[in-house]
């Protein structure tokens, strides 16, 4: 199949059915801009054979996570001249004659102890092939992830690329109460469903940063003397513990090592904000970086090489160092602003937060050619964090006052927004790989 990835710019609307446990809405998610020839895919209605209603519509998800990346345009329901559910009941002429590159057909059915199974079919109409088919079997309450690890192969089958629908984002949301302000850091799938909320302070939260197993988010809070602390939590037991604290010192900006046993992150604790290295197996510290500029915000290049933000040249500027030497390399030179560094998987390329005169936006560096490219030109764009297949980032992005996620892909070519029932979202953190 011919590659169909070329620019257009145009809205258009996705309306997701909540799944809120809280409260039942609709979630909009806007694309801004997506690819000017998607492939044409329908997703038909899975069939329920079992008595009473299925717990969610499945297809509706799949479509919503397909059509999501900007790589897909789904064919209206209303348009397909039959709802097949299994290969004996496909007439691929029509398919062909609605010019669809590929077709996904299912269903569910329950099983013994309050568990569903749901069988899956990818078809390409014009070679009349079964490209994938696969059952996933689940608790019933567990229909939307069910359908993000489907969402997840068909991607990957017809991409080649790794599908990220059933990763998580931690994020911080913001909410006004009678005394004050709310502070919550929350869990939430990909596409911003089932948000769980593990820890609220009426202090600032920032910084949350996830485990390579993504089972421990560590993330910064505030004493009441207004010194920041570092925070691990442990995913599995809901239990917080403080891993770095000074009274009237600055501890922030933690980041987990790539084999998660050491945790980079700064602190002013000698004086000037420098970064230090803690092996979790023992608490013992190493200072990484010595000097009298702010050094903050690592990531990990590898298990011995940081990339930073430094002040060290005058202004922001993002540089490497492998840990041990006191060698730091800048990397970046375009704009007079580069911060927030995050390393995508590969360790080949790194997000940041750029701004050379004209906002604060999201850029990408391919470590290898230097090349540094603006993704996003919008006003206050900041906390980049990079999906785990490298495809896609999530930020925060400020306008009219109100702060909430986006997302943009690598080469900027797909950007959407989605609404949160928040006031103000902030300080995205993108899961790794979590199967």
Request: hydrophobic share 35%.
């Amino acid at each position: 199949m011919m590659n169909k990835l070329r620019l257009y710019c145009g809205i258009a609307l996705i309306l997701l059915a909540s799944g809120l446990a809280a409260q039942s809405s609709d979630r909009t998610i806007t694309i801004i801009r997506g690819y000017d020839d998607p492939f044409r895919i329908s997703i038909v209605p899975f069939t329920w054979d079992g008595p009473g209603s299925a717990p969610s519509e499945f297809s509706e998800i799949v479509e919503a996570n397909l059509e999501r990346t900007g790589q897909f345009d789904p064919l209206p329901r209303d348009q397909m001249r039959s709802w097949p559910t299994r290969r004996e009941s496909m007439v691929f002429r029509e398919w062909r004659l609605l010019n669809q590159d590929y077709v996904v057909i299912g269903r569910a059915q329950p099983r013994d102890d309050n568990r569903v199974e749901i069988t899956y079919e990818l078809y390409d109409p014009y070679s009349e092939r079964r490209l994938l088919g696969r059952s996933v079997t689940g608790d019933r309450d567990q229909w939307r992830q069910l359908a993000h690890r489907a969402s997840d192969a068909i991607y990957e089958e017809i991409t080649g690329v790794r599908g990220v629908f059933s990763t998580k984002i931690a994020y911080v949301a913001i909410e006004q109460t009678g005394s004050g302000r709310s502070h919550t850091l929350y869990v939430a799938d990909a596409d911003g469903f089932n948000e769980e909320p593990w820890f609220e302070s009426e202090r600032p939260l920032m910084s949350p940063a996830w485990s390579p197993d993504a089972r421990q988010i560590a993330f910064v809070t505030f004493a009441p003397d207004g010194s920041s602390e570092v925070r691990i939590l442990d995913l599995d037991s809901g239990n917080v513990r403080i891993v770095a604290e000074r009274q009237g010192a600055i501890n922030s900006a933690p980041a987990f090592s790539p084999d998660g046993r050491r945790l980079a992150f700064t602190s002013s604790r000698d004086g000037a904000a420098n970064i230090y290295v803690m092996d979790l197996s023992n608490g013992r510290l190493q200072q990484v970086t010595r000097h009298w500029a702010i050094d903050t915000e690592p990531d990990w290049l590898d298990n011995n090489t940081l990339v930073y933000t430094s002040g060290r040249s005058g202004r922001p500027q993002i540089y490497r160092l492998r840990i041990g030497s006191d060698n730091a390399e800048r990397l970046t030179f375009d704009g007079r602003y580069n911060a927030r560094p995050r390393v995508a998987e590969s360790g080949n390329r790194i997000v940041m937060v750029h701004n050379d005169g004209d906002g604060y936006n999201i850029a990408t560096m391919d470590l290898n050619n230097r090349v540094l490219q603006v993704l996003t030109g919008n006003p206050q764009d900041e906390a980049p964090s990079l999906a785990p297949n490298g495809s896609m980032v999530v930020y925060a992005s400020t306008q009219g006052g109100t702060s909430r996620l986006a997302w943009v892909s690598i080469d900027g070519m797909v950007e959407n927004v989605m609404p949160s029932r928040f006031g103000n979202v902030r300080e995205p953190a993108w899961s790794p790989f979590t199967y």
